[in-house]
Every structure is written in structure tokens, then in C-alpha cells.
């Protein structure tokens, strides 16, 4: 959690929090609770920060203390729901897993059967159990680096379809 915080910190402008409010949804989940939050609005900086932070918290394999955001501990959004849709305007869908989102791989397996998680629809195949083993343990930097031009063309191939780019 703390190189991703170092991260954050160096790519974040200083003034970013009035950049992506309202215009930023991070879906976080209540520790003690269970239910799930979308924060769309940050007073400053370091508010954004834990909010990112929060969604990004995936318990034992993060730490074992959930994130404080405003007197409250949360956990990665995820976990309650991986893909809220907004409740004015369209919600683009995005998704590294292979399944029926509006940018994501191509499903290129033999068989059609999806499990619903945490409200996001996906494929059951070996390229999303090794999709996953990617996000809990990053491969080598070639590796990202082919991972990242694959996220691009699925991001193209999304906006071809909804011509919005020729």
C-alpha cells in the first residue's frame, strides 16, 4: 500500500481532486458493514488519495488494517460492487476480464459460461484465472507493457464500435 501510495502521490497533480470530482466514482466497501459506497466528491488531495486507496485495499493480501477514509475504515469496492452504474448518463464499463463490458479482452474461449461477481458479469476461462494471477502478482515489465497495449486496443476497439472514432 505504500508504493502504490508513493505512486498516487507522484502522478497526481496538486490540484486533482477538484479535477475529478464529479467526475471521478470510486466504489468502496464499509469493513464492518458490508456495503458499498461511490464517492464522487474530495475536498482535497489526500481525500482523494485514501479514496483511491480504500478501493484499492484488498485484506491480507494489502495488510490487514482496512483504510481510514473520513473517521471509517473501508476495502476495495470490489467486493460489493466491481462495476456501479451511474444513475444519470451512460456508465462506460471497463473490465480486465473478458465478459460482457464495454471495453475489455475478447472472449476467445471455446465456451460461454459466465459467473456474476460483485455485480460484474464474466467469462469462466483460463485466460481470466490467469488475468487475475496477473493483477495479485504483476508479471514482468515486457509483460505489463503488453498487457497495457492489449487495455488500448480493447479501449479502441470500444470506441470504433460505438463510433466514436473512425
Keep these: 500500500m505504500l508504493t502504490l501510495r508513493e505512486g498516487i502521490e507522484e502522478i497526481l497533480p496538486s490540484e486533482a481532486h477538484s479535477l475529478a470530482t464529479d467526475r471521478l466514482h470510486i466504489s468502496i466497501t464499509h469493513s464492518k458493514s458490508g456495503k458499498n459506497h461511490i464517492i464522487s466528491r474530495f475536498t482535497s488531495r489526500e481525500e482523494l488519495i485514501k479514496a483511491l486507496l480504500a ?19 473501508w476495502i476495495d469496492g470490489g467486493f460489493t460492487d466491481s462495476l456501479p452504474i451511474l444513475p444519470v448518463g451512460r456508465t462506460i464499463t471497463v473490465s480486465p476480464f473478458a465478459g460482457k463490458h464495454d471495453v475489455c479482452p475478447v472472449h476467445r474461449g471455446r465456451f460461454d459460461t459466465q459467473l456474476r461477481l460483485a455485480n460484474m458479469n464474466i467469462m469462466f476461462s483460463m485466460e481470466n484465472i490467469k488475468r487475475l494471477n496477473q493483477a495479485l502478482f504483476p508479471p514482468s515489465t515486457s509483460s505489463m507493457q503488453s498487457l497495457c497495449e492489449e487495455g488500448f486496443n480493447d479501449a479502441v476497439r470500444f470506441l470504433r464500435r460505438e463510433a466514436w472514432m473512425s
Design 55 to 73: 478501493s484499492s485495499f484488498v485484506p491480507v493480501y494489502a495488510g490487514l488494517q482496512p483504510v481510514e477514509f473520513k473517521g471509517q475504515k
